[in-house]
């Protein structure tokens, strides 16, 4: 069972591994945006600008582009005239924003938009909610996750062509120099590395039984996540992402508590590298309780011959 369990972590892991390589890097975005259950909005939460409220703030959006140039400057080292050519296109990109901002039917969309999320919000956050009105919110939710798209499409490719033309403003040998610019890493891609190296190795202990109660112990907390963000709960919608027919019990409930079970046994003492690195110590260790034992019956039957 530990080398089962394993192998499904293991495979995971090399299947996001190979995402990378593909030019398709993993990312929990999807799964952490489609969470239905009690923790939901923590797990939506982890998402930077889940909802693209910061986007659809005007002063917000020239300010993140403002940071950008600012990044991207910097780290060629542009020269005094490269940076007023990037602030120059900066400039028509914030004039492009008020254009798009000022625009009725947009301001028509981001109200409507703005509404419609403060109603599922209301019934997300309300733990008395009836379950039908939480059904309305997850598929309401996903209407607004379309309207998202929607409106910040053209915000979005605004801010990816002003990156790109300031990048373009480097000089072949400050970009040898320096390289392309990276984007700041955000808590959505710490958990991206965190998650593929973390099912990599959980996998791969529980194969060899290196290590094996704590990789037990870290895959039981890993499905655990996984169980509560879609939970097969009487009351909450169903997750897009289920598979089969559950009631309270799902598959990853069933190998959380296999997990479990593997933690409280030291199957990596009986096969595996947990036998070689630290079976001299648990050897050592039973043998001294045997003795002690012994020792504390010969006492017990002294005693008894006395009496």
């Not at 955000?186 to 060899?208: A, E, H, S």
Request: hydrophobic share 40%; with cysteine; net charge neutral.
């Amino acid at each position: 069972m530990r080398i089962a369990i394993g192998w499904h972590f293991h495979t995971e892991g090399l299947e996001k591994v190979n995402s990378y390589r593909k030019g398709k890097p993993f990312s929990a975005e999807g799964f952490l945006r489609a969470s239905t259950g009690p923790l939901a909005p923590y797990f939506r939460g982890l998402i930077p600008d889940v909802n693209g409220l910061a986007k659809l703030d005007p002063d917000r959006l020239k300010e993140s582009w403002s940071d950008d140039v600012i990044r991207i400057s910097n780290h060629f080292g542009f020269t005094n005239e490269q940076s007023e050519k990037a602030r120059a296109e900066l400039k028509n990109s914030t004039q492009a924003a008020d254009f798009w901002f000022h625009d009725r039917e947009n301001l028509e969309k981001r109200q409507k938009y703005y509404h419609d999320l403060a109603a599922v919000q209301k019934v997300e956050r309300n733990p008395l909610a009836l379950s039908f009105e939480r059904e309305r919110a997850a598929e309401k939710r996903k209407e607004l996750e379309t309207d998202r798209k929607e409106l910040l499409k053209e915000l979005d490719a605004q801010g990816s062509a002003l990156r790109e033309a300031v990048a373009k403003l480097a000089t072949p040998e400050q970009l040898a120099s320096a390289g392309p610019p990276s984007t700041p890493w955000t808590t959505l891609d710490r958990i991206n590395l965190l998650t593929t190296v973390g099912v990599l190795l959980i996998g791969l202990c529980l194969i060899l039984g290196l290590f094996t109660r704590f990789a037990a112990l870290g895959a039981a907390v890993f499905l655990l996540q996984i169980y509560l963000s879609m939970p097969p709960w009487p009351g909450l919608p169903l997750g897009p992402k289920a598979e089969g027919h559950y009631f309270i019990v799902d598959k990853n409930l069933v190998e959380m508590l296999a997990c479990l079970s593997l933690m409280c046994l030291p199957t990596g003492q009986w096969v595996g590298l947990d036998a070689l690195l630290f079976g001299r110590f648990a050897r050592a260790r039973a043998a001294r309780r045997a003795e002690a034992l012994e020792h504390a019956d010969g006492r017990g039957l002294a005693a008894h011959s006395v009496s």
